[in-house]
Protein backbone atom coordinates (compact mmCIF):
# COMPACT_ATOMS: atom_id res chain seq x y z
CA UNK A 1 0.00 0.00 0.00
CA UNK A 2 1.48 3.63 -0.87
CA UNK A 3 1.52 6.28 1.08
CA UNK A 4 -2.32 7.58 0.95
CA UNK A 5 -3.18 3.89 2.70
CA UNK A 6 -5.67 3.08 -0.05
CA UNK A 7 -4.67 2.65 -4.15
CA UNK A 8 -5.14 6.68 -4.72
CA UNK A 9 -3.78 7.03 -7.95
CA UNK A 10 -5.73 3.86 -9.36
CA UNK A 11 -9.01 5.65 -8.10
CA UNK A 12 -8.32 8.86 -9.90
CA UNK A 13 -7.50 7.03 -12.55
CA UNK A 14 -10.49 4.55 -13.39
CA UNK A 15 -13.02 6.47 -11.92
CA UNK A 16 -14.14 8.12 -14.77
CA UNK A 17 -15.02 4.41 -16.22
CA UNK A 18 -17.63 4.40 -13.91
CA UNK A 19 -19.58 7.39 -15.42
CA UNK A 20 -19.05 5.58 -18.92
CA UNK A 21 -21.09 2.63 -17.57
CA UNK A 22 -23.88 4.41 -16.00
CA UNK A 23 -24.17 6.66 -18.98
CA UNK A 24 -24.41 3.55 -20.51
CA UNK A 25 -27.22 2.48 -18.56
CA UNK A 26 -29.56 5.79 -19.58
CA UNK A 27 -32.81 5.38 -20.96
CA UNK A 28 -35.24 7.65 -22.14
CA UNK A 29 -35.99 10.11 -24.68
CA UNK A 30 -32.92 11.52 -26.04
CA UNK A 31 -33.47 14.77 -24.81
CA UNK A 32 -33.51 13.18 -21.43
CA UNK A 33 -30.43 11.46 -22.08
CA UNK A 34 -28.19 13.86 -23.42
CA UNK A 35 -29.02 16.00 -20.05
CA UNK A 36 -28.15 13.24 -17.78
CA UNK A 37 -25.22 12.07 -19.68
CA UNK A 38 -23.41 15.53 -19.66
CA UNK A 39 -24.31 15.74 -15.63
CA UNK A 40 -22.82 12.42 -15.39
CA UNK A 41 -19.80 13.00 -17.09
CA UNK A 42 -18.81 16.07 -15.26
CA UNK A 43 -19.92 14.81 -11.88
CA UNK A 44 -17.83 11.80 -12.81
CA UNK A 45 -15.07 14.08 -14.11
CA UNK A 46 -14.94 16.01 -10.98
CA UNK A 47 -14.61 13.22 -8.30
CA UNK A 48 -11.05 12.61 -9.71
CA UNK A 49 -10.13 16.38 -9.63
CA UNK A 50 -11.08 16.47 -5.81
CA UNK A 51 -8.79 13.54 -5.70
CA UNK A 52 -6.16 15.37 -7.30
CA UNK A 53 -6.02 18.14 -5.40
CA UNK A 54 -6.15 16.20 -1.98
CA UNK A 55 -3.06 14.04 -3.48
CA UNK A 56 -1.22 17.57 -4.23
CA UNK A 57 -1.48 18.47 -1.04
CA UNK A 58 -0.25 15.33 0.57
CA UNK A 59 3.07 15.18 -2.23
CA UNK A 60 6.20 15.64 -0.39
CA UNK A 61 7.90 17.85 -2.61
CA UNK A 62 11.53 17.66 -0.89
CA UNK A 63 11.78 13.93 -2.87
CA UNK A 64 12.68 13.57 -6.64
CA UNK A 65 11.94 9.84 -6.86
CA UNK A 66 7.95 8.10 -7.47
CA UNK A 67 5.45 8.48 -4.97
CA UNK A 68 2.10 6.84 -4.09
CA UNK A 69 3.57 3.63 -5.96
CA UNK A 70 1.68 1.08 -6.74
CA UNK A 71 2.18 -2.42 -8.52
CA UNK A 72 0.05 -5.31 -9.53
CA UNK A 73 0.41 -8.53 -11.51
CA UNK A 74 0.07 -8.01 -15.10
CA UNK A 75 1.93 -10.38 -17.08
CA UNK A 76 4.32 -12.32 -14.72
CA UNK A 77 5.52 -14.96 -17.07
CA UNK A 78 7.26 -11.72 -18.76
CA UNK A 79 8.49 -10.26 -15.97
CA UNK A 80 5.61 -6.67 -16.66
CA UNK A 81 3.77 -5.28 -13.58
CA UNK A 82 1.06 -3.05 -13.76
CA UNK A 83 3.41 -0.06 -11.71
CA UNK A 84 1.85 3.46 -11.47
CA UNK A 85 3.35 6.27 -9.28
CA UNK A 86 3.94 10.17 -9.41
CA UNK A 87 6.65 12.60 -9.16
CA UNK A 88 6.69 16.01 -9.72
CA UNK A 89 6.65 16.06 -13.16
CA UNK A 90 3.78 13.93 -13.80
CA UNK A 91 2.06 15.01 -10.87
CA UNK A 92 1.51 18.69 -12.70
CA UNK A 93 0.55 17.00 -15.76
CA UNK A 94 -2.12 14.82 -14.35
CA UNK A 95 -3.43 18.23 -12.61
CA UNK A 96 -3.62 19.35 -16.08
CA UNK A 97 -5.80 16.56 -17.18
CA UNK A 98 -7.94 16.24 -14.37
CA UNK A 99 -8.82 20.09 -14.70
CA UNK A 100 -9.06 20.41 -18.03
CA UNK A 101 -11.82 17.39 -18.91
CA UNK A 102 -14.38 19.18 -16.59
CA UNK A 103 -13.77 22.62 -18.74
CA UNK A 104 -14.22 20.31 -21.84
CA UNK A 105 -17.14 18.79 -20.31
CA UNK A 106 -18.62 22.42 -19.91
CA UNK A 107 -17.61 23.28 -23.66
CA UNK A 108 -19.65 20.70 -24.94
CA UNK A 109 -23.41 22.06 -25.60
CA UNK A 110 -22.83 22.54 -29.44
CA UNK A 111 -22.42 18.27 -29.39
CA UNK A 112 -26.16 17.07 -29.77
CA UNK A 113 -25.82 13.74 -31.42
CA UNK A 114 -24.72 10.92 -29.98
CA UNK A 115 -24.35 12.38 -26.72
CA UNK A 116 -24.06 9.15 -24.78
CA UNK A 117 -21.33 8.05 -26.72
CA UNK A 118 -19.59 11.66 -26.94
CA UNK A 119 -19.16 11.56 -23.02
CA UNK A 120 -17.89 7.87 -23.12
CA UNK A 121 -15.22 8.86 -25.31
CA UNK A 122 -14.26 12.11 -23.30
CA UNK A 123 -14.12 10.17 -20.06
CA UNK A 124 -12.22 7.21 -21.63
CA UNK A 125 -9.69 9.79 -23.14
CA UNK A 126 -9.26 10.81 -19.28
CA UNK A 127 -8.85 7.27 -17.94
CA UNK A 128 -5.87 6.77 -20.31
CA UNK A 129 -4.08 9.79 -20.29
CA UNK A 130 -3.67 10.14 -16.32
CA UNK A 131 -2.97 6.11 -16.59
CA UNK A 132 0.23 7.03 -19.05
CA UNK A 133 1.32 9.83 -17.31
CA UNK A 134 1.56 8.11 -14.02
CA UNK A 135 2.99 4.69 -15.77
CA UNK A 136 6.31 3.67 -14.24
CA UNK A 137 6.72 1.12 -16.26
CA UNK A 138 7.55 1.18 -20.18
CA UNK A 139 5.46 -1.05 -21.54
CA UNK A 140 2.52 0.14 -19.53
CA UNK A 141 3.55 3.77 -20.66
CA UNK A 142 3.57 2.34 -24.36
CA UNK A 143 -0.01 0.65 -24.11
CA UNK A 144 -1.75 3.70 -22.52
CA UNK A 145 0.41 6.05 -25.13
CA UNK A 146 -1.28 4.27 -27.91
CA UNK A 147 -4.98 3.56 -26.13
CA UNK A 148 -5.65 7.50 -26.06
CA UNK A 149 -5.51 7.35 -29.96
CA UNK A 150 -8.79 5.73 -29.82
CA UNK A 151 -11.47 7.98 -28.26
CA UNK A 152 -9.61 11.08 -29.81
CA UNK A 153 -9.84 9.27 -32.71
CA UNK A 154 -13.71 8.87 -32.81
CA UNK A 155 -14.03 12.15 -31.23
CA UNK A 156 -12.42 14.27 -34.24
CA UNK A 157 -13.99 11.22 -36.67
CA UNK A 158 -17.96 11.53 -35.53
CA UNK A 159 -18.10 14.86 -33.99
CA UNK A 160 -15.84 17.01 -36.19
CA UNK A 161 -16.49 19.15 -39.17
CA UNK A 162 -16.98 18.77 -42.92
CA UNK A 163 -13.46 17.14 -43.22
CA UNK A 164 -13.48 15.20 -40.05
CA UNK A 165 -12.58 11.80 -41.67
CA UNK A 166 -9.75 13.07 -43.35
CA UNK A 167 -8.46 14.81 -39.73
CA UNK A 168 -9.28 11.77 -38.22
CA UNK A 169 -7.18 9.50 -40.36
CA UNK A 170 -4.25 11.87 -40.63
CA UNK A 171 -3.92 12.14 -36.97
CA UNK A 172 -4.13 8.24 -36.67
CA UNK A 173 -1.85 7.83 -39.00
CA UNK A 174 0.75 10.18 -38.11
CA UNK A 175 0.74 9.44 -34.18
CA UNK A 176 0.35 5.61 -34.94
CA UNK A 177 3.60 5.38 -37.11
CA UNK A 178 5.42 7.63 -34.52
CA UNK A 179 4.25 5.06 -32.10
CA UNK A 180 5.96 1.92 -34.46
CA UNK A 181 9.58 3.66 -33.32
CA UNK A 182 9.00 3.87 -29.92
CA UNK A 183 7.60 0.19 -30.32
CA UNK A 184 10.56 -1.08 -31.66
CA UNK A 185 12.71 0.86 -29.04
CA UNK A 186 10.65 -0.62 -26.12
CA UNK A 187 11.12 -4.16 -27.79
CA UNK A 188 14.98 -3.43 -27.99
CA UNK A 189 15.64 -2.14 -24.33
CA UNK A 190 13.22 -5.13 -23.34
CA UNK A 191 15.39 -7.69 -25.00
CA UNK A 192 18.55 -6.10 -23.91
CA UNK A 193 18.36 -4.69 -20.91
CA UNK A 194 15.83 -7.47 -19.21
CA UNK A 195 13.60 -4.56 -17.56
CA UNK A 196 10.88 -2.25 -18.55
CA UNK A 197 10.28 -0.64 -15.39
CA UNK A 198 11.16 2.66 -15.87
CA UNK A 199 12.98 3.56 -12.19
CA UNK A 200 15.85 0.76 -12.72
CA UNK A 201 16.08 2.21 -16.44
CA UNK A 202 16.78 5.34 -15.51
CA UNK A 203 19.92 4.35 -13.69
CA UNK A 204 20.95 1.52 -15.82
CA UNK A 205 23.84 2.51 -18.61
CA UNK A 206 22.42 2.30 -22.14
CA UNK A 207 25.21 1.42 -24.57
CA UNK A 208 26.43 4.57 -26.57
CA UNK A 209 26.20 2.66 -29.98
CA UNK A 210 22.35 2.09 -29.33
CA UNK A 211 21.59 5.27 -27.56
CA UNK A 212 21.05 7.66 -30.60
CA UNK A 213 19.40 4.85 -32.80
CA UNK A 214 16.93 4.77 -29.88
CA UNK A 215 16.60 8.86 -30.06
CA UNK A 216 15.80 8.93 -33.30
CA UNK A 217 12.77 6.34 -32.36
CA UNK A 218 12.09 8.59 -30.03
CA UNK A 219 12.55 11.92 -31.88
CA UNK A 220 9.84 10.30 -34.24
CA UNK A 221 7.72 8.79 -31.31
CA UNK A 222 7.12 11.67 -29.08
CA UNK A 223 8.24 14.59 -31.75
CA UNK A 224 5.13 13.71 -33.78
CA UNK A 225 2.65 13.72 -30.32
CA UNK A 226 4.44 17.09 -29.59
CA UNK A 227 3.51 18.72 -33.22
CA UNK A 228 7.53 19.28 -33.28
CA UNK A 229 8.21 20.93 -36.57
CA UNK A 230 8.29 19.11 -39.75
CA UNK A 231 6.35 16.67 -37.84
CA UNK A 232 3.41 19.24 -36.61
CA UNK A 233 1.71 18.43 -40.30
CA UNK A 234 -1.50 16.86 -38.83
CA UNK A 235 -1.99 19.43 -35.91
CA UNK A 236 -3.78 22.27 -38.18
CA UNK A 237 -6.52 19.51 -39.87
CA UNK A 238 -7.15 17.95 -36.38
CA UNK A 239 -7.22 21.13 -34.44
CA UNK A 240 -9.65 22.58 -37.19
CA UNK A 241 -12.01 19.63 -37.82
CA UNK A 242 -12.16 18.32 -33.96
CA UNK A 243 -15.63 19.42 -31.81
CA UNK A 244 -14.42 22.27 -28.94
CA UNK A 245 -14.23 19.81 -26.59
CA UNK A 246 -12.02 17.40 -28.41
CA UNK A 247 -9.88 20.44 -29.50
CA UNK A 248 -9.22 21.36 -26.03
CA UNK A 249 -8.49 18.34 -24.72
CA UNK A 250 -6.07 17.60 -27.75
CA UNK A 251 -4.73 20.99 -27.47
CA UNK A 252 -4.31 21.66 -23.37
CA UNK A 253 -3.39 17.99 -22.73
CA UNK A 254 -2.58 15.19 -25.32
CA UNK A 255 0.52 17.88 -26.75
CA UNK A 256 1.49 17.54 -23.79
CA UNK A 257 2.22 13.40 -24.23
CA UNK A 258 5.06 14.11 -26.50
CA UNK A 259 7.14 16.34 -24.30
CA UNK A 260 7.02 14.54 -20.82
CA UNK A 261 8.23 11.54 -23.12
CA UNK A 262 11.57 13.25 -23.92
CA UNK A 263 11.73 14.65 -20.47
CA UNK A 264 11.08 11.10 -19.14
CA UNK A 265 12.59 8.82 -21.51
CA UNK A 266 15.22 10.40 -23.89
CA UNK A 267 16.93 13.12 -21.71
CA UNK A 268 17.70 10.48 -18.61
CA UNK A 269 17.94 7.16 -19.90
CA UNK A 270 20.34 8.80 -23.55
CA UNK A 271 22.73 11.54 -22.55
CA UNK A 272 25.41 11.29 -24.71
CA UNK A 273 22.86 10.65 -27.80
CA UNK A 274 20.56 13.59 -26.66
CA UNK A 275 23.52 15.70 -26.06
CA UNK A 276 24.52 14.91 -29.59
CA UNK A 277 21.43 15.98 -30.81
CA UNK A 278 20.82 19.38 -29.00
CA UNK A 279 22.05 21.32 -32.29
CA UNK A 280 19.32 19.94 -33.90
CA UNK A 281 16.86 19.99 -31.43
CA UNK A 282 17.54 23.40 -31.18
CA UNK A 283 16.80 24.20 -34.43
CA UNK A 284 13.62 22.35 -34.90
CA UNK A 285 12.53 24.70 -31.71
CA UNK A 286 13.50 28.06 -33.27
CA UNK A 287 12.18 26.55 -36.71
CA UNK A 288 8.65 26.18 -34.75
CA UNK A 289 8.68 29.72 -32.92
CA UNK A 290 9.10 31.68 -35.89
CA UNK A 291 8.14 30.02 -38.73
CA UNK A 292 5.11 28.48 -37.62
CA UNK A 293 4.25 32.08 -35.89
CA UNK A 294 4.97 33.48 -39.55
CA UNK A 295 2.45 30.81 -40.68
CA UNK A 296 -0.04 31.81 -37.92
CA UNK A 297 0.22 35.69 -38.72
CA UNK A 298 -1.13 34.40 -41.90
CA UNK A 299 -4.21 33.01 -41.00
CA UNK A 300 -7.67 34.02 -41.44
CA UNK A 301 -9.67 31.79 -39.21
CA UNK A 302 -9.87 32.24 -35.48
CA UNK A 303 -9.27 28.40 -34.72
CA UNK A 304 -6.50 27.68 -37.16
CA UNK A 305 -4.65 30.73 -35.95
CA UNK A 306 -4.42 29.48 -32.39
CA UNK A 307 -4.15 26.18 -33.75
CA UNK A 308 -0.46 27.22 -35.13
CA UNK A 309 0.01 29.29 -31.82
CA UNK A 310 -0.10 26.18 -30.26
CA UNK A 311 2.57 24.67 -32.62
CA UNK A 312 4.77 27.71 -31.78
CA UNK A 313 4.53 27.48 -28.23
CA UNK A 314 5.31 23.69 -28.26
CA UNK A 315 8.59 25.26 -30.00
CA UNK A 316 9.78 27.09 -26.96
CA UNK A 317 8.75 24.08 -24.59
CA UNK A 318 11.40 21.94 -27.08
CA UNK A 319 14.02 24.72 -26.68
CA UNK A 320 13.62 24.40 -22.71
CA UNK A 321 13.91 20.51 -22.42
CA UNK A 322 16.94 20.68 -24.49
CA UNK A 323 19.30 23.24 -22.72
CA UNK A 324 19.78 20.82 -20.15
CA UNK A 325 19.05 23.21 -17.42
CA UNK A 326 17.22 23.60 -14.41
CA UNK A 327 15.82 26.60 -15.14
CA UNK A 328 15.63 25.14 -19.17
CA UNK A 329 13.54 22.31 -18.02
CA UNK A 330 11.64 23.76 -15.75
CA UNK A 331 10.38 26.43 -17.63
CA UNK A 332 9.28 23.56 -20.28
CA UNK A 333 7.12 22.25 -17.71
CA UNK A 334 5.64 25.71 -16.30
CA UNK A 335 5.07 26.53 -20.33
CA UNK A 336 3.25 23.28 -20.54
CA UNK A 337 0.92 23.62 -17.71
CA UNK A 338 0.50 27.31 -18.71
CA UNK A 339 -0.22 26.72 -22.39
CA UNK A 340 -2.81 23.76 -21.42
CA UNK A 341 -4.89 26.31 -19.67
CA UNK A 342 -4.12 29.38 -22.01
CA UNK A 343 -5.03 27.49 -25.51
CA UNK A 344 -7.92 25.62 -23.44
CA UNK A 345 -9.42 29.09 -22.79
CA UNK A 346 -8.72 30.38 -26.30
CA UNK A 347 -10.61 27.45 -27.50
CA UNK A 348 -13.43 27.98 -25.56
CA UNK A 349 -13.90 31.43 -26.60
CA UNK A 350 -13.67 30.21 -29.88
CA UNK A 351 -16.28 27.66 -29.22
CA UNK A 352 -18.83 30.77 -28.02
CA UNK A 353 -17.97 32.45 -31.37
CA UNK A 354 -19.07 29.12 -33.44
CA UNK A 355 -21.98 28.51 -30.93
CA UNK A 356 -23.32 32.14 -32.16
CA UNK A 357 -23.36 30.75 -36.00
CA UNK A 358 -21.83 33.32 -38.21
CA UNK A 359 -18.45 31.05 -38.24
CA UNK A 360 -14.98 32.10 -37.31
CA UNK A 361 -13.53 33.95 -40.37
CA UNK A 362 -11.91 36.88 -38.59
CA UNK A 363 -13.50 39.06 -41.61
CA UNK A 364 -16.99 38.23 -40.56
CA UNK A 365 -16.43 39.18 -36.92
CA UNK A 366 -15.55 42.21 -35.47
CA UNK A 367 -16.76 44.91 -32.51
CA UNK A 368 -17.47 42.08 -29.91
CA UNK A 369 -16.29 44.52 -26.95
CA UNK A 370 -19.52 46.56 -27.56
CA UNK A 371 -22.46 43.31 -27.19
CA UNK A 372 -19.95 41.09 -25.43
CA UNK A 373 -17.91 42.62 -22.50
CA UNK A 374 -17.70 39.96 -20.49
CA UNK A 375 -16.44 37.38 -23.66
CA UNK A 376 -14.04 40.37 -24.51
CA UNK A 377 -12.58 40.83 -21.05
CA UNK A 378 -11.52 37.06 -20.70
CA UNK A 379 -10.50 37.19 -24.63
CA UNK A 380 -8.12 39.65 -24.02
CA UNK A 381 -6.82 37.92 -20.76
CA UNK A 382 -6.20 34.88 -22.49
CA UNK A 383 -4.65 36.53 -25.40
CA UNK A 384 -2.27 38.68 -23.47
CA UNK A 385 -1.17 35.39 -22.03
CA UNK A 386 -0.29 34.09 -24.52
CA UNK A 387 1.91 36.67 -26.02
CA UNK A 388 3.65 36.16 -22.52
CA UNK A 389 2.30 39.67 -20.79
CA UNK A 390 4.02 39.80 -16.74
CA UNK A 391 1.72 38.47 -14.34
CA UNK A 392 0.12 36.03 -16.45
CA UNK A 393 1.25 32.14 -16.51
CA UNK A 394 2.67 32.71 -20.33
CA UNK A 395 5.46 35.30 -18.92
CA UNK A 396 7.13 32.64 -16.23
CA UNK A 397 7.31 29.79 -18.66
CA UNK A 398 8.97 31.74 -21.83
CA UNK A 399 11.14 33.61 -19.07
CA UNK A 400 12.52 30.76 -17.92
CA UNK A 401 13.24 28.97 -21.01
CA UNK A 402 15.08 31.82 -22.15
CA UNK A 403 17.13 32.09 -19.04
CA UNK A 404 17.87 28.70 -19.62
CA UNK A 405 18.85 28.78 -22.99
CA UNK A 406 21.04 31.58 -22.68
CA UNK A 407 23.04 29.68 -20.04
CA UNK A 408 23.85 27.63 -23.60
CA UNK A 409 23.48 29.59 -26.49
CA UNK A 410 23.09 33.25 -26.82
CA UNK A 411 21.37 33.12 -30.28
CA UNK A 412 19.07 29.97 -29.55
CA UNK A 413 17.77 32.65 -26.69
CA UNK A 414 17.36 35.27 -28.64
CA UNK A 415 15.62 33.23 -31.51
CA UNK A 416 13.79 31.78 -28.90
CA UNK A 417 12.27 34.71 -27.52
CA UNK A 418 11.40 36.27 -30.35
CA UNK A 419 8.50 34.14 -30.43
CA UNK A 420 7.30 36.67 -27.74
CA UNK A 421 7.58 39.11 -30.62
CA UNK A 422 5.54 37.46 -32.92
CA UNK A 423 3.34 36.09 -30.18
CA UNK A 424 2.42 39.46 -30.27
CA UNK A 425 1.34 40.47 -33.71
CA UNK A 426 -0.56 37.35 -34.47
CA UNK A 427 -2.78 37.51 -31.25
CA UNK A 428 -3.12 41.11 -31.42
CA UNK A 429 -4.17 41.26 -35.03
CA UNK A 430 -6.77 38.49 -33.87
CA UNK A 431 -8.02 40.50 -31.16
CA UNK A 432 -8.53 43.48 -33.16
CA UNK A 433 -10.25 41.62 -35.84
CA UNK A 434 -12.69 39.67 -33.61
CA UNK A 435 -13.31 42.49 -31.06
CA UNK A 436 -12.21 46.28 -32.00
CA UNK A 437 -13.25 46.17 -35.90
CA UNK A 438 -16.75 47.46 -37.06
CA UNK A 439 -19.31 44.66 -36.82
CA UNK A 440 -19.27 43.18 -40.20
CA UNK A 441 -23.12 42.42 -39.71
CA UNK A 442 -26.38 43.20 -37.95
CA UNK A 443 -26.25 39.56 -36.83
CA UNK A 444 -22.62 40.06 -35.27
CA UNK A 445 -24.07 42.93 -34.16
CA UNK A 446 -27.35 41.18 -31.87
CA UNK A 447 -24.66 38.63 -30.55
CA UNK A 448 -25.49 38.08 -26.70
CA UNK A 449 -22.74 38.01 -24.13
CA UNK A 450 -21.64 34.85 -22.35
CA UNK A 451 -24.21 32.59 -20.98
CA UNK A 452 -23.70 30.73 -17.25
CA UNK A 453 -22.00 27.28 -18.68
CA UNK A 454 -19.38 29.06 -20.83
CA UNK A 455 -18.21 31.88 -17.75
CA UNK A 456 -18.11 28.46 -15.73
CA UNK A 457 -15.46 26.92 -18.41
CA UNK A 458 -13.73 30.47 -18.84
CA UNK A 459 -13.38 31.85 -15.11
CA UNK A 460 -11.58 28.71 -13.90
CA UNK A 461 -8.85 29.05 -16.82
CA UNK A 462 -8.59 32.86 -16.28
CA UNK A 463 -8.16 32.35 -12.20
CA UNK A 464 -5.17 29.67 -12.89
CA UNK A 465 -3.40 31.58 -15.47
CA UNK A 466 -3.36 34.41 -13.00
CA UNK A 467 -2.37 32.20 -10.27
CA UNK A 468 0.74 30.99 -11.73
CA UNK A 469 1.65 33.85 -13.21
CA UNK A 470 1.60 35.72 -9.63
CA UNK A 471 2.44 32.98 -8.03
CA UNK A 472 4.34 30.06 -9.86
CA UNK A 473 6.51 28.61 -6.51
CA UNK A 474 2.95 26.80 -6.00
CA UNK A 475 3.51 24.54 -8.98
CA UNK A 476 7.26 25.71 -9.82
CA UNK A 477 8.18 23.88 -6.25
CA UNK A 478 6.37 20.62 -7.15
CA UNK A 479 9.26 20.47 -10.09
CA UNK A 480 12.46 21.63 -8.04
CA UNK A 481 13.72 18.33 -6.54
CA UNK A 482 12.87 15.96 -10.12
CA UNK A 483 14.32 18.51 -12.18
CA UNK A 484 17.38 19.17 -10.26
CA UNK A 485 17.32 15.10 -9.87
CA UNK A 486 16.56 14.78 -13.97
CA UNK A 487 19.61 17.76 -14.73
CA UNK A 488 22.28 16.26 -12.24
CA UNK A 489 22.12 12.61 -13.34
CA UNK A 490 22.11 13.94 -17.21
CA UNK A 491 25.22 15.66 -15.92
CA UNK A 492 26.61 12.82 -14.53
CA UNK A 493 26.10 10.32 -17.43
CA UNK A 494 28.00 13.17 -19.69
CA UNK A 495 30.95 13.30 -17.12
CA UNK A 496 31.23 9.54 -16.72
CA UNK A 497 31.23 9.13 -20.71
CA UNK A 498 34.04 11.54 -21.24
CA UNK A 499 36.59 10.17 -18.52
CA UNK A 500 35.63 6.54 -20.13
CA UNK A 501 36.62 7.85 -23.58
CA UNK A 502 39.89 9.11 -22.46
CA UNK A 503 40.68 6.78 -20.81
CA UNK A 504 40.41 4.53 -23.97
CA UNK A 505 41.84 7.10 -25.60
CA UNK A 506 44.88 6.81 -23.86
Avoid at 205 to 223: K, N
Avoid at 464 to 470: D, K, N, Q, R, S
Avoid at 489 to 498: G, S, V
Wanted: with cysteine; net charge neutral.
Amino acid sequence: MNLAGFPILSLITWLPLAGVFYIATLKGEEATIACHARKAALFTSLVPLALGIWLWSQFNTTVAGFQFNEAYAWLPGLAVTYKVGIDGISLVLVLLTLFITPIAILSSHGVTSRVRAFFSAVLLLESFTVAMFTATDFLVFYVFFEAVLLPMYLLIGVWGGPKRIYAALKFFLFTLFGSLFMLVALVWIWRNLGTTDIATLLHTAIPASAQMWLFVAFLVAFGVKAAVWPLHTWLPDAYGEAPIPGTILLAAVLSKMGAYGFLRFAVPMLPNAVQQAEPLMFTLGVVAVIYISLVALAQTDVKRLIAYSSVAHMGVIIIGIFTFTVEGIEGALVQMLSHGLIIAGLFVATGVLASRGEGLAMNRLGGLARNMPGFAVLLMLFSLANMGLPGTSGFIGEILVIVGALKVNFWVSLLGGAGMVLGCAYMLVMVRAVLFDKHSSAAIAAFTDLKAHEYAALVPLAVLVLWVGIYPASFTHLLDAPVAALVQTHTAALAAHTQLAMVFSK
